[in-house]
Structures are given as C-alpha cells and as structure tokens.
C-alpha cells in the first residue's frame, strides 16, 4: 500500500501542477461570473486566475448581480480541500483558501461588463496591464452595447468606461430618440508609443490606460462617426464630448493633432495639479 502511495504521489502532484498553469483554452469556457482573485506572480499564476466568461445577455435581460463563484471556476481546488495523503506537503496547502479579488475587480464583475478570458498577453515590465479585464459588451438597462473588437484594460480605467457606455452614452442616445448598439473601431491594450510613433514615450494604450472609439451604432442601423462633420448630429456629438470631458483626464479627438481626425481617443493619464486635457473640436 505503501509502494502504492508512493507510486502515485508524483503523478498526483504533477497532474496538479499541470492543472493550474496550463494555458487557457481559447473558447468554450463554462459560463461563470465570478469576481477575481487578485494577479499572483504570473509564475504561480493559475489558468482560472484570468476573468470567467459571462454568457451574452439577452437584450430582455435586467443586469443580475453576480454570484461569487470561486470554487466553480476552480474545480481543481475542490480535490485540493478534500486533502490527499500522496501530496501533503505540495506548494499550494491543502484546504487554503482563494485570495479575495481586489476591490476593482469584485465591483467590475458586476458592473455590467460581459467579461472574457483576459488574452495570453496582458504585457509585461512597462507594458503591464495592472489588474487586466477584458471584455467585449456592456449589458445596458435596456439591452446590450457591443464592442467590435474586444478591449483590455487596467480594471479601474475599464470601470469608468462601463459606467460612461451605461450612463452616458446609452442617455445621450436616447435624447436622440435612439438606442446605442454598438462601440466601434474600439481600441484598448496596446504596447507602443504615444501616436504610434515608435521610441516615443509610451501611451497610455501601453499600459491599459486608454481606449480608442471611432463609431457609435444605433440599433436602428444609423451610424454617427464621432470624427464626422455632419450637422444632423453634431449636438450628439458635442453630449459625448460634453462627457468624455468630464469623465475622463484626456480626451483627444479631431482638432487635436493629426494622429486623431478618424477617432476619438481617452485616458486616464495622471498629471501634476490634476491637470485634464480636452482637446475635441465638434464640427
Ligand atoms: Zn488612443
């Protein structure tokens, strides 16, 4: 019996190993929301560290809080709890409970944001996402906003950007008789210098700071390029501008500089004296 223990604790051992960092797959997930434990040194960091999916809403669907639901999206942890005499000893105690999710994330998980499984590559060294979050659709009071492509962000620009989608946006739309659809040519994480500009000083983009917005959809099919000209919507236009400005540190849109007359762009850049920059000239 004893051979026996000793014959499978190695295995025991690794195939839990194996379990908490192999690579996340890339879809199919259990739906699952759940709030975050905090980031771990990405070494120890295991796959269901990275944020669970949340199944799309229903566009009759009210935003439902979330359950905490660590232990769903950590099966593993469950054989862990139960203890395993071929193992006594491992990295990882047996019984030792999950870290709590950071403050940040608890909030995001219910802030109406359908999160996804954060990218392999959330940055390192001066490209780091602190306290990634991805996601790609805002459930609304009356619906969903989608973004065309799916942006990562540090977990507190990402909730200013819900909270702007699901009060602002969606109200400034409806003065407008109309429903916000969808976010598009949305841009987020991005490891590369201001404008692109390579050996520039780095944008906020590099460190998840930032989101870049081109288009807003109705759910009528009317589209309103934010970088437009046309009078039937420069009021919309001027409202989002309105609030951007208020919500946000910098806004840069067309008027700016040159490397924003096809998209809006904001941040939440940090500066001396609390010093914000609204650079957007509504045509
Ligand atoms: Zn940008």
Redesign the pocket.
């Known amino acids: 019996m004893l051979a026996l223990l000793c014959g499978l604790a190695p295995d025991a051992s690794e195939g839990r190993e194996r379990a908490r960092t192999r690579p996340q797959p890339a879809a199919a997930e259990k739906p699952v929301s759940a709030p975050l434990p905090p980031r771990r040194p990405s070494a120890l960091r295991p796959a269901t560290a990275r944020p669970a999916i949340v199944p799309p809403a229903r566009a009759d669907q009210a935003v439902k809080p979330v359950a905490r639901a660590a232990e769903a999206s950590e099966p593993g942890r469950a054989g862990d709890a139960t203890g395993s005499p071929a193992d006594p000893a491992g990295p990882f105690p047996m019984g030792s409970p999950l870290p709590p999710p950071s403050a940040c994330l608890a909030d995001f998980a219910e802030s109406g944001a359908e999160i996804l499984p954060n990218p392999a590559d959330t940055g390192s060294g001066d490209c780091e996402v602190e306290e990634p979050v991805t996601f790609k659709a805002i459930r609304t009071a009356d619906g969903t906003v989608t973004l065309d492509n799916a942006v990562t962000l540090r977990c507190g620009f990402a909730l200013e950007v819900v909270r702007w989608v699901r009060e602002d946006l969606v109200a400034i739309a409806a003065t407008d008789g109309r429903k916000l659809s969808k976010l598009v040519s949305t841009?987020g994480h991005a490891c590369r210098g201001r404008n692109r500009v390579a050996g520039a000083k780095l944008?906020?983009?590099a460190t998840g700071n930032?989101?870049?917005l081109g288009q807003l959809l109705m759910q009528d099919g009317r589209a309103v390029p934010l970088y437009d000209r046309e009078p039937a919507t420069k009021a919309l236009r001027e409202s989002v501008r309105r609030s951007a400005c208020a919500r946000f540190t910098t806004v840069?849109g067309p008027g700016a500089d040159a490397s924003h007359q096809d998209?809006l762009?904001v941040?939440l850049r940090q500066r001396g004296g609390g010093y914000k920059m609204c650079q957007w000239t509504v045509e």
């Open positions: 841009g944008s906020e983009h930032a989101l870049d840069l998209h762009h941040d």
